[in-house]
């Protein structure tokens, strides 16, 4: 397995300058350059999860795309943006989350393109089904990875490896929920379809981040970091050793590592401008579905996960909007007078209702 750097930096603010600067800095560290060539097509897929503002905290921040985008124009990459949100993914769809997101005043700016297409080709075969993968990036020569730093009910931690799920489009990502009910399945397949995806260029928006109920329901946490890496898994493990969380509590990492497709032997951490141990944070909060996991004695971890893992309510906050209707795997929600109920019996804890929900009315309860 070959080793890989993992970068991090202190970044302040989201200034244009700075940003800029941060991202030159960890791209020329991790040798980006290596991989790029005039005229190489090249797809940066930030995280778009819903129609939010950038303040927040539950997309990439442009100013970091902005970065990215134009490190790639200066050697002479074709760019496009893209991501499918959560959700319904149709062209009225895309066009709010990019208004919202501030991609769309991006790429106006910086004279790129905004993938506006719902195009899907058959992916890859995994337990013997073809995937549908976004027809743009099967057509790209490079991936760059733009991850948001948060914390997630589900997965527990979301960042370079989760994000790739955005490459499947629209509902065909609660498809995958419905297939593989159970959280450690769910995540070895978000650990192959990384693998499959093969970003070359991994970031991690780190600079605002969230924390709590994530990905969209929780707190701003500042961490003031940005991070890189040319491998995903490696990424994340880094992003995880910096806010002092042991990478085995998440999901994802430890089927990626069954997988074989994370060392952490292989994983150099460097730190730009002072050590690693400096840019260490502390403080970050899980999601309340993550407490206690590693209390346990492992024979009973399954078990207690079982029986003690937080059910999803509606609260009073509830607008009957649908959307949760719209994106359960299981169909196990329905409009009754005007306000979503959930069928508890159907429901596999999957959280996709609280992702997708626009007014945070989704709660986790034991």
Known sequence: MKEYTVAAIRCNSYSTQEV???????????????????????????NLLSA?????????????????????????????????????????????VFQCTGMRQLARQEKVVLNESAQSVAGPLIDGVAVPVMA???????????????????????????????????LFKAQMHARYPKRERFCRFLAQWAAHIAPQICLIDAVEGMQGEGPSGGERFDGKRLLASRNPFAL??????????DPQRTPVHRQAVRLGLIDASQCHLVGLGESWQALELQGFRLPVSAAGVLKLIPSFRQLWQRWHRPWPQISERCVGCGECVRDCPRQAIVLQHSRAQIDLR????????????????????R
Do not use: W
């Not at 099967?138 to 490896?161: F, P």
């Open 20 to 46: 800029s600067f941060c991202v030159c800095q960890l791209l020329e560290r991790i040798g980006a350059d290596s991989l790029l060539k005039p005229g190489m097509r090249v797809l940066v897929k930030p």
């Open 52 to 96: 939010k503002t950038p303040d927040q905290q539950t997309t990439t921040h442009p100013e970091v795309v902005r970065a990215v985008v134009r490190y790639l124009k200066e050697r002479g990459c074709q760019v496009m943006i893209a991501d499918s949100p959560a959700g319904v993914m149709t062209p009225t769809s895309l066009q709010r």
């Open 136 to 170: 743009c990036a099967q057509q790209a020569d490079l991936i760059v990875d733009c991850a948001k730093l948060k914390s997630h009910s589900y997965t527990v931690y979301t960042g370079a490896v989760k994000n790739c799920f955005g490459m499947i489009p629209g």
């Open 236 to 245: 994340d493990y880094g992003m995880l050793k910096l806010l002092q969380i």
């Open 346 to 365: 159907q429901c596999i804890r999957c959280y996709c209702c609280q992702e997708v929900c626009p007014v945070h009315a989704v709660v986790l309860k």
